[in-house]
């Protein structure tokens, strides 16, 4: 199986990704979802890989300390390092504090491996269940074995290191002048999203290696006639829709990139169905059919309870695009945010805004003072050069020409890519749009770089200079992000508050800050009203940080308070904790009727903040009067 060398990287992360995946489902199956079962299970990968080692021949690889040196003196490699050193370091220092990670992705794990197995899950929070999967199935193991996060955002710097050899392979590959695919695989990487998500454990940049890699793979294929690329493209896409549903119309390039080779697949057809059977595994068709068994309805959501499901496709392609032109002019430190959402402000009553937030309640133009990985797309640094060289290029390609371009095929995949897009915009209605459509920006790039005249611009100094201005632009973003600061953000931040009392400006960075810092384990403080002899604790939540309750990972297992469970919950634990607005909101009743009705009292109270955005939110600790002992004194 012969390879250009960076792909080999790729291709042993794809094979990885796979195994891990297929063997989380296998387990589950198994019930031995759990550090015996991957301790069996990755002996046996590590004792395949040693025999099969002198059939696949992988390359010698040698670090080259004169190649690293030669592009570290250039701006943008320099840059690209740069950016990825600052994404390592922050995840280092910090604890995961990425919130969909804590409320439900991280979560979700626990409950799996304290059952030994993938079940669903008895939960108010149902994105626990018909989310895709494949991020966590890189998680489980090492809860399993080292009962900690703090290594998952290893699995995203990873990724990030991934891109630029991916990026410049899909790009030559797909017709793009190796001048122009050098610039860039350098400079997209350091779009806001992938930056910032490279320290984090977002799964959005998660997923884009795996869809570069389908397409280099299958490109790849019509230049060798080897099947062995095809079946590793077929391994990689079903990984990208793994990672995450809203990828699935990512299928449509893929798919293009591999028909012109479609014959090769009948060569060995029954290791072709044995690829097929394991890219299906580890794409969202395993999920989808349980999705389909459990809820009645393939993505999950059946009753669009979280609302992104888009009823009107024109209001969809408004909205999202309305969103992917704010988000993507974002600059890493805003000014003039205030000013935008008092804008904002007054559009929300207008009978127009009214009637697209009836079709898409989640719709969100609101800037942040930062650039934060939740919303971030590529900044507007790189939007902009983009647009600069797609408006450039395009108005110097005549149709005589076009019919007749060598690169014809590389346009249709490119082009197909929009057609992917409009399908995410006219069916998904989230107010994280730009992020979640991460995976398709490489893609979208493409077409506007394949005109022969990007060769020309790339030459040119002012060109150059606003690359490197777009690319260091993600620094500041690094540095200054709440959720990893590079920076003594608390300190600065409580010198400035005592210097200036009365700026909400300073005031509101101290929040944000300090919420940002103590999202990890938010929920700590109510742990102090757990006795050590309760291994079992019930939580309700609708979409809050769950994960601070199981720590430490390992030593407790949560319960979910749903409206179904409530008659039952305390015969298996003697507590609940939750904040007082889900209590009541699961229960559909008033929390003091439901404690009188259940024989059970408040012995614990704590304000806690979750979200910069929101106010504190009373958290409760309710005890069954059942037992004979009090909890403790206070």
């Given at each position: 199986m012969k390879l250009p060398v960076p792909l080999w990287f790729t291709a042993f992360w794809t094979l990885l990704s796979a195994f891990l995946t297929c063997t989380g489902w296998g387990l589950s199956a198994l019930h031995e979802l759990n550090a015996a079962g991957y301790g069996v299970t990755l002996?046996?990968?590590?004792?395949?890989?040693?025999?099969?080692?002198?059939?696949?021949?992988?390359?010698?690889?040698?670090?080259?300390?004169?190649?690293?040196?030669?592009?570290?003196?250039?701006?943008?490699?320099?840059?690209?390092?740069?950016?990825?050193?600052?994404?390592?370091?922050?995840?280092?220092?910090?604890?995961?504090?990425?919130?969909?990670?804590?409320?439900?992705?991280?979560?979700?794990?626990?409950?799996?491996?304290?059952?030994?197995q993938w079940h669903w899950i008895q939960t108010p929070n149902s994105r626990m269940n018909f989310s895709g999967t494949g991020f966590e199935w890189f998680m489980a193991p090492f809860l399993a074995f080292g009962k900690s996060d703090r290594l998952f955002f290893l699995v995203s710097i990873v990724s990030q290191l991934l891109l630029p050899g991916l990026i410049y392979v899909c790009f030559t590959q797909l017709g793009i002048s190796k001048k122009v695919a050098w610039f860039w695989m350098w400079l997209l990487p350091c779009g806001y999203g992938f930056a910032l998500q490279a320290g984090s454990i977002g799964n959005d940049t998660f997923a884009v290696p795996y869809f570069l890699a389908g397409l280099a793979f299958s490109l790849l294929a019509r230049q060798t006639h080897r099947i062995s690329h095809l079946w590793l493209g077929m391994l990689a896409i079903g990984l990208t829709t793994g990672a995450k549903a809203c990828n699935l119309p990512l299928l449509l390039p893929w798919f293009l990139a591999t028909l012109p080779s479609w014959r090769l697949l009948f060569r060995r057809p029954l290791c072709t169905f044995g690829f097929a059977l394991i890219a299906s595994a580890v794409s969202f068709l395993p999920l989808a059919c349980l999705n389909t068994h459990f809820s009645g309805d393939w993505a999950g959501d059946p009753k669009n309870e979280w609302q992104v499901k888009i009823a009107n496709p024109s209001i969809g392609f408004v909205g999202n695009g309305l969103q992917l032109l704010v988000k993507n002019a974002a600059p890493p430190l805003n000014p003039f945010s205030k000013q935008w959402n008092a804008l904002i402000e007054k559009l929300e009553p207008t009978t127009t805004f009214r009637e697209i937030r009836s079709y898409f309640p989640r719709i969100n133009l609101r800037c942040e003072e930062l650039a934060q990985e939740e919303g971030a797309?590529?900044?507007?640094?790189?939007?902009?050069?983009?647009?600069?060289?797609?408006?450039?290029?395009?108005?110097?390609?005549?149709?005589?020409?076009?019919?007749?371009?060598?690169?014809?095929?590389?346009?249709?995949?490119?082009?197909?890519?929009?057609?992917?897009?409009?399908?995410?915009?006219?069916?998904?209605?989230?107010?994280?749009?730009?992020?979640?459509?991460?995976?398709?920006?490489?893609?979208?790039?493409?077409?506007?770089?394949?005109?022969?005249?990007?060769?020309?611009?790339?030459?040119?100094?002012?060109?150059?200079f606003l690359g490197l201005?777009?690319?260091?632009?993600?620094?500041?973003?690094?540095?200054?992000?709440?959720?990893?600061?590079?920076?003594?953000?608390?300190?600065?931040?409580?010198?400035?508050?005592?210097?200036?009392?009365?700026?909400?400006?300073?005031?509101?960075?101290?929040?944000?800050?300090?919420?940002?810092?103590?999202?990890?384990?938010?929920?700590?403080?109510?742990?102090?009203?757990?006795?050590?002899?309760?291994?079992?604790?019930?939580?309700?939540?609708?979409?809050?940080?769950?994960?601070?309750?199981?720590?430490?990972?390992?030593?407790?297992?949560?319960?979910?308070?749903?409206?179904?469970?409530?008659?039952?919950?305390?015969?298996?634990?003697?507590?609940?904790?939750?904040?007082?607005?889900?209590?009541?909101?699961?229960?559909?009743?008033?929390?003091?009727?439901?404690?009188?009705?259940?024989?059970?009292?408040?012995?614990?109270?704590?304000?806690?903040?979750?979200?910069?955005?929101?106010?504190?939110?009373?958290?409760?600790?309710?005890?069954?009067?059942?037992?004979?002992?009090?909890?403790?004194?206070?």
């Open positions: 002996m046996v990968g590590a004792i395949f890989c040693v025999l099969l080692r002198r059939q696949i021949k992988p390359p010698l690889v040698s670090f080259r300390l004169g190649k690293f040196t030669w592009r570290v003196r250039h701006a943008l490699p320099a840059i690209y390092y740069l950016t990825t050193s600052l994404a390592f370091i922050g995840g280092a220092i910090y604890s995961p504090n990425n919130f969909d990670a804590l409320a439900y992705r991280v979560p979700r794990v626990l409950h799996w491996l304290s059952e030994a797309g590529l900044g507007v640094g790189i939007a902009s050069l983009l647009l600069i060289s797609g408006a450039l290029s395009i108005a110097r390609l005549s149709p005589s020409r076009l019919r007749h371009n060598p690169k014809l095929f590389g346009y249709l995949i490119g082009l197909s890519g929009y057609a992917a897009l409009l399908v995410y915009m006219i069916k998904i209605g989230s107010e994280d749009g730009p992020r979640l459509v991460s995976a398709f920006y490489p893609i979208l790039a493409a077409v506007l770089l394949l005109p022969s005249f990007n060769s020309v611009l790339v030459r040119k100094k002012w060109y150059r201005l777009a690319g260091a632009s993600a620094i500041p973003a690094l540095i200054l992000t709440p959720a990893r600061p590079l920076w003594p953000a608390m300190t600065i931040t409580e010198k400035l508050g005592k210097a200036y009392p009365n700026s909400p400006l300073i005031q509101r960075a101290r929040t944000v800050y300090e919420v940002y810092r103590m999202r990890p384990d938010a929920l700590a403080p109510l742990r102090r009203y757990i006795p050590e002899s309760t291994n079992v604790v019930g939580f309700a939540g609708i979409n809050d940080p769950e994960v601070a309750l199981w720590r430490p990972f390992g030593s407790k297992r949560v319960v979910e308070l749903t409206t179904e469970n409530s008659t039952q919950l305390f015969a298996q634990t003697p507590l609940l904790l939750g904040s007082k607005g889900a209590l009541e909101a699961i229960l559909n009743r008033p929390l003091g009727e439901w404690l009188a009705s259940y024989h059970a009292r408040v012995v614990g109270r704590e304000l806690l903040s979750t979200r910069a955005g929101s106010a504190p939110q009373e958290w409760l600790v309710v005890e069954a009067q059942t037992r004979k002992d009090a909890l403790f004194d206070r």
